[in-house]
């Protein structure tokens, strides 16, 4: 279907990823252990419902950990955005091969677009954001797609945000809470805005059940 509504206690319950398309191997297990540590705490808060846009790299791995926290909790509910039908026509086989994964293991499926045009990403993040009270970014740079969404969604009071930023560079600005703060429009929406430095986290080893479903 192209789009949904939802309710205002969806929204309230509802989260979304937003992160990098690119990201070092070295990095991704201690992503994912991030991830998963992040859901486990919405879902002790009361979310139930995550978006994913489906895109490469942090989505991806997002994604997953979405599934392995609904392993524990079935009243988890995945639901993908789709920014196009044609999202994936570019891709490698072996991405593709994921994706057709990522959409088998759903439990909601909304495109936005029977077909690419400019923008369409742009549509597709905001069209998160404005159905969530829980963005979780992975957001290391302050540019790019990743960037304009975490933007878009600190104007939003209702919307709290958990960085997932890898800094391994200890004069990184993420790492600077000024920096952070001020990097966007203006003090007052900083309230909102929480930096959760990975090298800080211990990665936690998967079970193999875990590992398969990723596969």
Not at 23 to 47: H, V, W
Not at 55 to 63: E, N, Y
Not at 152 to 169: F, G, M, Q, S, T
Not at 201 to 211: A, D, E, L, T
Request: charged fraction near 25%.
């Amino acid at each position: 279907m192209y789009g949904n509504i939802f309710l205002p206690e969806d929204v309230s319950r509802t989260a979304f990823f937003t992160g990098h398309r690119h990201l070092r191997e070295d990095q991704k297990e201690m992503i994912s252990s991030a991830i998963f540590q992040c859901l486990n705490e919405a879902y002790e808060a009361g979310y139930r419902r995550f978006f994913c846009g489906c895109a490469l790299g942090f989505d991806t791995l997002a994604a997953f950990q979405t599934v392995r926290l609904r392993q524990i909790h079935p009243d988890v509910i995945l639901s993908l955005a789709i920014p196009c039908e044609n999202q994936s026509d570019r891709w490698s086989e072996k991405d593709k091969e994921v994706y057709r994964r990522i959409l088998e293991l759903a439990d909601e499926k909304t495109v936005l677009s029977p077909f690419y045009y400019q923008g369409v990403m742009l549509t597709r993040n905001r069209y998160m954001a404005d159905r969530s009270s829980l963005c979780i970014c992975y957001l290391s740079v302050m540019r790019g797609g990743t960037a304009s969404t975490v933007r878009y969604a600190l104007v939003h009071d209702r919307i709290k945000i958990v960085n997932l930023a890898v800094c391994e560079d200890h004069n990184s600005d993420l790492l600077r809470e000024n920096t952070w703060n001020f990097t966007f429009i203006s003090p007052s929406v900083c309230k909102n805005a929480v930096t959760v430095p990975l090298h800080l986290m211990q990665p936690k080893k998967m079970s193999m059940r875990h590992i398969s479903i990723c596969c």
